[in-house]
């Protein structure tokens, strides 16, 4: 079955500066990868995802790439702020799956 | 809209009483999901309905009893949980079963004494 893989565990950074959270995957039949925001008290919020079909995908701050072929796949924050600190969670879907398989998760702190 | 409400927000339930979780969207979606979330760990799946069917346990225990009444509804009933089972307790929802997006609700924070 799928497994992924996600780095770094915790990562602090300075306001304004950009924060990079890598996962990798093991299922090369997986083409579904969304990263989802969780806030201490909330469920996780998707934020962005990519298929396997486009190998980057942006949304203002926040961009994902793909490498299928490496199997790995980032979140790129740019001009952090502090209500950017949150855990991130990656995840995995297969063609024609029916669950998402994820990551161990991120612990995001951007200091003021 | 991509809202998914749970109620309640909190629940304390003791090892011999009956209780049931509940998840409501609106978005006409046709797959709803649980899950359960321990501290610091990610979402692990515990059902899947697909078209008010249940669709995939991942071998739950049977302590905790799934029912989709219609398709805007998710019920879990709780019924002689064990301590472990306190958790986060996440309902979820996507226009199909598949790779299609999943929306999550705010969870209801379980605690079992």
């Known amino acids: 079955g799928e497994n992924v893989e996600q780095h770094p565990s915790t990562l602090s950074v300075q306001e304004g500066d950009s924060a990079v959270i890598k996962c990798t995957y093991s299922d090369s039949a997986s083409n579904y990868f969304p990263w989802y925001k969780q806030e201490l008290g909330k469920g996780p919020q998707l934020i962005i995802d990519i298929r396997s079909n486009v190998g980057e995908k942006k949304d203002q701050r926040i961009a994902v790439t793909l490498n299928k072929t490496a199997k790995h796949f980032s979140l790129h924050i740019t001009e952090t702020q502090p209500e950017d600190s949150a855990v991130y969670f990656c995840?995995?879907?297969?063609?024609?799956?029916?669950?998402?398989?994820f990551g161990a998760g991120t612990i995001l702190r951007v200091k003021s | 809209d991509t809202e998914v409400t749970q109620t309640p927000k909190h629940l304390v339930m003791g090892m011999t009483n009956k209780k049931s979780l509940k998840c409501e969207q609106h978005m006409g979606h046709r797959a709803m999901y649980w899950y359960k979330q321990k501290a610091k760990k990610p979402p692990e799946l515990m059902f899947v309905?697909?078209?008010?069917?249940?669709?995939i346990n991942e071998s739950v225990p049977s302590r905790f009893s799934p029912e989709c009444p219609n398709s805007s509804l998710l019920n879990l009933h709780l019924h002689a949980l064990q301590p472990e089972d306190s958790a986060l307790y996440l309902c979820?929802?996507?226009?199909?079963?598949?790779?299609?997006?999943?929306?999550f609700g705010p969870g209801t924070r379980l605690t079992v004494t």
């Open positions: 309905y697909s078209y008010e069917k249940l669709s």
């Open positions: 979820a929802s996507s226009d199909r079963v598949g790779t299609y997006e999943q929306y």
């Open positions: 995840a995995a879907s297969p063609l024609y799956g029916n669950k998402l398989v």
